[in-house]
């Protein structure tokens, strides 16, 4: 029986490029952040709008893909699990951070947000086969992965 189910799943668009470097080891990190949005009527009728940041980590051959392929406004759905990391700072304070570590992947659309979809690439952490994207032309939105 499993001991319990870590996964993240968004929607949104890239907030900058991703940042990505080799750790000592030579393992490929990239680093980048994802915005997700949602709306509603507050009690006055009124529409409000709510973005929120999530840091998003990729390794390896995904990583290397990121690099090459996603750019700040970038639509992508990802999936990942949830993990929360510390570290002591200069001044010996201790500091957390929450970010989702990505292991699989699907571009969306183009950066800026142009209709359809894009192709699609995705990758799981056994090293599933990754082809880079293909435009498959005009969709509707019956073509989102959920």
Known sequence: MAKGINKAIILGRLGSDPEVRHTPSGSTVANFSVATSRSWKNKDGENVDETEWHRIVAWGRLAEICKE???K????????????????????????????VMNEMQMLG????????????????????IAPPVDPGPSNADDVPF
């Open 69 to 71: 392929y996603l750019r």
């Open 73 to 100: 406004g970038s639509q992508i759905y990802l999936e990942g699990r949830i993990q929360t990391r510390d570290w002591e700072d200069q001044n010996g304070q201790k500091r957390y951070t929450t970010e989702i």
């Open 110 to 129: 183009t950066a800026g947000g142009g209709g359809g979809m894009g192709g699609g690439m995705g990758s799981s952490s056994q090293g599933t086969s």
